[in-house]
């Protein structure tokens, strides 16, 4: 399954569970009360197994974008992954930028997101900590639900939206280590 086609609009969350049905992906979504932050997150009981995650939209100093998926708790040495994506220094994407080409508001960053964009402009960087997991937890485009998805499948899906996700390390300790 390639990008969608009209980038006028974004998929739903309707639409991205059918899409993953569509691949053969098994999914279990539950609904909760919006969460905005991975604080907030922590104070919601979602009662799935495997990592939760966040993501960062950033954007270089030559408008490179790159979406990060990272564990909750990883603490993300952006300067050091500028370095070794071959980039420039990054800053946080604005919110009008986010919808625009990923199709969502802040809060409802997912790695789901990149399905909406058509013109391939994102870099998938997926935090290495996360695979070692079975599962993974992530928004289905909203953030008043989560979905857990086996972490090979959400290597899957990134892959049939015309993304090859960047599995790397993502701390500054662990990249040292990997050097």
């Given at each position: 399954m390639q990008r969608k086609k009209n980038a006028d609009m974004p998929l739903t969350r309707d639409e991205l569970l059918l899409r993953l049905n569509d691949l053969d992906i098994r999914t279990t979504t539950i609904d909760h009360p919006a969460v905005f932050t991975v604080a907030e997150s922590e104070t919601?009981?979602?009662?799935?197994?495997?990592?939760h995650t966040k993501n960062l939209f950033l954007k270089d100093d030559?408008?490179?974008?790159?979406?990060?998926?990272?564990?909750?708790?990883?603490?993300?040495?952006?300067k050091g992954l500028g370095k070794r994506l071959g980039m420039g220094r990054f800053s946080f994407g604005k919110p009008d930028l986010l919808m625009c080409t990923l199709g969502v508001t802040p809060g409802s960053v997912t790695a789901f997101a990149v399905a909406n964009d058509v013109e391939g402009r994102v870099?998938?960087?997926?935090?290495?900590?996360l695979m070692e997991h079975d599962s993974v937890n992530c928004h289905p485009l909203e953030n008043t639900a989560t979905t857990n998805i086996a972490c090979e499948d959400l290597l899957r899906f990134i892959r049939s939206t015309g993304h090859e996700p960047r599995v790397m390390a993502l701390t500054a300790a662990d990249a040292v280590a990997r050097s």
């Open positions: 919601v009981e979602i009662p799935l197994p495997g990592a030559r408008s490179r974008l790159v979406l990060v998926i990272a564990k909750s708790a990883t603490v993300v040495d952006l870099t998938v960087v997926v935090d290495e900590t």
